[in-house]
Every structure is written in structure tokens, then in C-alpha cells.
């Protein structure tokens, strides 16, 4: 195994790889368009050849030959289990299934509440209405483990995100809105959160208390960098050093066999 | 042997009022009843109550062409092809339409809950979010849930609880009950039978949630075909109240089996529609100044269509460029 320094590699090659190495085998893993596909190939590829991908328009264990550019395309139903629909998917997760997810977010906060709506206020008019929720809330409220790929700013790394969309470790409890931790709204039916945040600088993880801490650093980045891209008193002390940096192998794997088209991987 | 009626396109958009509630077929930018949208924005629909799952580049062309009233949903985007419904957002951020967000799981309950005659649909989904917050309902805010208007409930959703077994607190989701549903299929027999193939997304629930369907079909097929292998099908003909047949329906959006996303369209469409004035250009060009659908696949040429036909086998074309490198 050939590791790579900066340069020999691009930050996404980085942040597929990193979410990759999150996929345990044998792992039920619900997955999103983009750099979550790259990341559950790139893991059955290696350590994880026996996870399950779901995608979330209706298809299970897909074996894709081409990559797929969205969830809902014909690609993903090649060799699937099963070929269904969005309420069968869903319910699957609701039921308790899913292990692992991959989403993404526009904002995110210390609690790991994720926003992905609207930006600068909601009603009665929003200041910058984003793409919605999609089934980001649903998945993180419902998976045993998400793990979330963002871009490092400081403005999207935030005390309190402008909008919950989706649930983190300390959410409202409607109708009051107190802020409480997240076995307390769900319940029995509690069974986990955010695991892991990814961006093109770090890797975060949560503590006990449900707040986000530093847990590596990027080759060539410092954990001082990454106190000057948010913008809450985020938790350095804990930074376990330098995330593992993507090998030759999988770059190989990324561009010549999951992507070799050069639709995600430019 | 009972006939389903079939109509035209234009009287078939006709049939649908200003101010109906509407769902589609589909997911995103996969198998939507185009051709029939194109229509409706052609023919100048206004106000119109869209409830969908998800939205996709259908839902932001509405919304350019000022066609909605109130938009309940949970995301609006075009996938790879642009990261934001951006008519959507300008219509949402003036005032101009109303939003109402619900989660994906929400949607897929109001659906099913429509599709089961059943009023709510309980779930634990998303839970803890400001999708559920009070000050957040906009209907209600609009003054709308006060049960006049049979399509919007009186609650956006209320918190239940359930000592059946483990004590525990949950959502119950009000039914969607659209006016009408319309479909993009691969397959319709001439009785009204439909066969989806590939994913069936949320359709099985949204044509059954709906008073009316008006079927979109790639191909129109004898009943008896269909009915040979009955448990490849997916909705009997008394759900079906009218047929058009319309290949490449769909297009710029993909039909398994059939062809591919347009990906390539769908760019161009959101890179030049990011203002109102771009937006009216480009629907000038392709939907005010286009007649017909004929039209329409004729300005799109036989070798664009071609490189999205999809292969038998695969069932997506292998000849339509994807990335930077093929």
C-alpha cells in the first residue's frame, strides 16, 4: 500500500476514501447521489465486500457496471435484489436496518444539527431557500450511524444552524423547542446519530455529551486551520493527528474502476 | 372489454383547472409526465397546488412559469445537473408561492395514507426537526387549515403516542389526496392496465391517492399482452381515467428501459434560468414557442434522442457522454 502525500492526490479523492473507510462489512448502508456512491464502492472494493447499499429511490444491493449519476437512475437496479419503491426503502429504515448513511449539508452546528433548507430566516418568507430537506432528516433520525461529507467554512460551521432540517444530537422537543438530546425525542426507538463529519480539511466526531470534537487533521492541514473555519469553541483537544491519506490503490480503484467516466471525479 | 379514453395532450391538460391539486409520477429527474407539463405551462395554468414526494426540474419550471400556488414537498433540485431549484428559491424568498416542507418519509406517508384511504399515517421520521416547528407551518400561517378547502388538512401533522407496545412518541402525517395524478409509464394496456418498469419511485401511492389518473404511455399495448405475466403490473384499469399514448414523454428526464436522462438539456435549462428573465427566454424557446410535442422532439433532432436511447440489455443508454473523461 502506496500512501499518498498532498498532492499526489485531489480532496475529494480524499473525502471518498475517508468516507469509505467508515463502512464496516457486512454493514445495511443507505447511500445518496455523489460522493456517497463513490464512498460505498470504493468500501465493497476493499474492506467491506459483503455491505449492502440501498439507494433511496427503491433499489437494494444493486451491482452496478456503470456508475450511477442519481439514485433514481436505471443504473442502480443492475443485478439488485430487489427493485422497489421509495416506501418499501423507507420503511426498511424505519423498521431498523440501516447500519450506516452517507449525507451531506449546507450548515451544520456543534450538536450536529444539519441544514440544508433555508439560510438567513424561514417564514413567512425565506431570505435563501436551499434544495430542502430531501431524506436527509428522515435517514439521520432513523440509521444506527450517518456520517456527514461538508465543505470546512466558517460560516457553515456554526453555533446554531439558521434552520434544523436535520435531527443532531441536541434537537427541539415541539411544541416548546427546548433543546434536549436525542434519546430523549425518540425514544425506544433511539439508535444512534451522527457518527463522523467529513469536510476537505478534518475529520469531527461526537463526545458523550453529543458535541462535536477535532479527531484528525488532513495532511497539510492544522488543527489551528480548522479553529479558523468554524465558528463555535470547538473541542481540539482530542485531535488524534493526521487523517490516513488515501493509497495509490484506491485512487486506481476511484478512476479506473468506480469512476472512470469522470462524472464526480473530474 | 372496457376502453379507457383516449385523448389528446392538449385536451387532456385541459381538463386540469387553475387552482387543482396535482402530483406526478417519478422521482427527481426520473420518469415525469413532461410533455403534459410542458402542456400546462403552454397553456397558461395558474395557482396550481403541486404535493409531491420529491420535486425535480418539473417543479422548478412550474414554479418559473408562475403555474404554483402552494408547493408542499420536501426538496426541489436537478441532481447532478444543478444543485438548486433556483425558481423555485426566487418564487419561495418574494413571497410568491407557498412552501409548505416535509421530509421525505412525511411525503411518502401522506402519499400512502392517500393511497390506503386512511386520514393520517403514523411515523417516527424526522423527528426533533424545524420542519415540525409551529411558527413553520405556512399554510396554517396562510390562514389555510381552516378546513374549507378539501385538500389541505387542518393540521400540517400532530404529535400522537402508542402504548400498543413500547411506550413511544410519534407523528401522525395527514393523507394527500391530489385531484389528479398524472403518470409518465413505460407501458399501458388498451384497458387502462399499467406496467412500470424499473423503480416504481412513489407511484403506486400517488395514483392511488388521487381522484383522477391520466396516463402518459411510452407505448400503448394490447390488455391481453400485460395480462400474461399479471405480476409484472402495478395498477388495474378502474384506476386509470384517461390514456395518451406519448413516446420520449418524459424528456429531458429518463425512463428505464427506454431512454436517459438529458442531462446535458437539464444543465442548460437550470444554467440559463437562474433569473425570471432567463427563465422566460428559455420557455419561449422551448415551451411558449414550441406547438406541440412532435415539435418539441423534432427540435431536439434524432441523433440527440438517439444517444439517449437505452440499451435492451442494461436498460440505459451506453452511448450518451456522462463525464469529463468519456
Known amino acids: ?15 471518498a476514501v475517508a468516507a469509505a473507510r467508515e463502512v464496516n462489512d457486512r454493514d445495511i448502508v443507505f447511500a445518496g447521489t455523489g460522493l456517497p456512491m463513490l464512498a460505498i464502492l470504493l468500501a465493497q472494493a476493499t474492506q467491506a465486500p459483503d455491505a449492502v447499499c440501498i439507494y433511496e429511490a427503491g433499489t437494494v444491493d444493486g451491482r452496478p457496471v456503470h456508475l450511477p449519476t442519481s439514485v433514481g437512475d436505471a443504473r442502480c437496479v443492475y443485478q439488485s435484489s430487489v427493485t422497489s419503491g421509495l416506501f418499501d ?36 418568507t425565506p431570505k435563501l431557500r436551499l434544495t430542502g430537506s430531501g431524506g436527509n ?27 434544523i432540517t436535520s435531527p443532531g444530537w441536541r434537537i427541539p422537543r415541539w411544541p416548546s423547542g427546548e433543546l434536549v438530546h436525542k434519546r430523549e425525542v425518540y425514544g425506544d426507538k433511539f439508535r444512534g446519530g451522527v457518527s463522523a463529519v467529513i469536510t476537505d480539511m478534518a475529520v469531527f466526531r461526537f463526545d458523550e455529551e453529543g458535541i462535536m470534537y477535532l479527531d484528525t487533521v488532513h495532511p497539510g492541514f492544522t488543527p489551528e486551520d480548522v479553529l479558523n473555519n468554524v465558528s463555535f469553541d470547538l473541542n481540539i483537544s482530542r485531535c488524534r493527528g493526521v487523517t490516513e491519506p488515501p493509497t495509490q490503490e484506491e485512487i486506481d480503484l476511484l478512476y479506473h474502476k468506480i469512476d472512470p467516466e469522470g462524472i464526480f471525479l473530474k | 372489454m372496457t376502453q379507457q379514453k383516449r385523448i389528446s395532450l392538449k385536451e387532456a391538460a385541459g381538463l386540469i383547472k387553475d387552482g387543482d391539486a396535482i402530483t406526478f409520477s417519478g422521482f ?13 405551462i403552454r397553456q397558461g395554468r395558474k395557482n396550481l397546488h403541486l404535493m409531491e414526494v420529491n420535486g425535480g426540474t418539473h417543479t422548478d419550471m412550474f414554479a418559473g412559469a408562475g403555474a404554483l400556488g402552494i408547493w408542499e414537498s420536501c426538496w426541489a433540485g436537478h441532481e447532478l445537473y444543478g444543485k438548486l431549484g433556483a425558481n423555485v428559491s426566487r418564487r419561495a424568498q418574494a413571497g410568491e408561492m407557498l412552501v409548505e416542507d416535509y421530509s421525505h418519509v412525511h411525503m411518502v406517508c401522506r402519499f400512502a395514507a392517500g393511497s390506503m384511504g386512511l386520514p393520517y399515517y403514523p411515523t417516527y421520521a424526522s423527528l426533533g426537526t424545524d420542519i415540525l416547528n409551529p411558527a413553520y407551518d405556512t399554510l396554517g400561517n396562510a390562514g389555510l387549515r381552516d378546513g374549507s378547502n378539501p385538500k389541505i388538512p387542518r393540521h400540517k401533522y400532530l404529535h400522537a403516542t402508542s402504548d400498543f407496545y413500547e411506550p413511544s412518541h410519534l407523528l401522525h402525517i395527514p393523507a394527500a389526496r391530489p385531484d389528479w395524478c398524472i403518470v409518465q409509464a413505460q407501458l399501458v394496456g388498451e384497458e387502462g392496465t ?9 407511484d403506486e401511492e400517488a395514483i392511488k391517492s388521487a381522484e383522477r389518473v391520466i396516463v402518459l404511455a411510452e407505448s400503448v399495448v394490447p390488455e391481453s399482452a400485460l395480462r400474461q405475466e399479471p405480476e409484472r403490473n402495478l395498477i388495474p384499469p378502474y384506476f386509470v381515467d384517461y390514456i395518451i399514448e406519448v413516446p420520449w414523454g418524459a424528456h429531458p428526464t429518463g425512463v428505464y428501459g427506454n431512454y436517459e436522462v438529458d442531462g446535458k438539456f437539464i444543465n442548460d435549462y437550470y444554467n440559463r434560468t437562474k433569473t425570471q428573465e432567463g427563465f422566460d427566454a428559455w420557455a419561449q424557446e422551448w415551451i411558449y414557442g414550441v406547438e406541440s410535442h412532435e415539435e418539441y422532439l423534432a427540435k431536439l433532432g434524432i441523433s440527440r434522442l438517439e444517444s439517449l436511447r437505452a440499451n435492451p440489455m442494461l436498460k440505459y443508454s451506453t452511448n450518451v457522454k456522462r463525464g469529463s473523461r468519456s
Not at chain 1, 423498521?95 to 417564514?123: C, H, M, P, S, W
Not at chain 1, 435517514?139 to 444552524?161: H, P
Open chain 1, 1 to 15: 500500500m502506496t500512501k499518498l502525500a498532498p498532492g499526489e492526490y485531489k480532496t475529494i479523492d480524499l473525502l
Open chain 1, 89 to 124: 426503502v423507507f420503511n426498511q429504515l424505519q423498521r431498523g436496518k440501516v447500519d450506516l448513511a452517507f449525507l451531506g449539508g449546507a450548515e451544520i452546528d456543534q450538536y450536529g444539527n444539519v441544514n440544508t433548507t433555508a439560510i438567513g430566516g424561514y417564514a413567512p
Open chain 1, 137 to 163: 432528516p428522515d435517514i439521520n433520525a432513523l440509521a444506527k450511524r450517518t456520517v456527514f461529507i461538508m465543505v470546512q467554512e466558517k460560516r457553515r460551521f456554526k453555533e446554531r444552524v439558521d434552520y
Open chain 2, 28 to 40: 427527481t429527474i426520473w420518469r415525469r409526465p413532461f410533455a403534459m407539463i410542458y402542456e400546462l
Open chain 2, 194 to 202: 399499467i406496467r412500470i418498469n424499473g423503480q416504481k419511485y412513489s
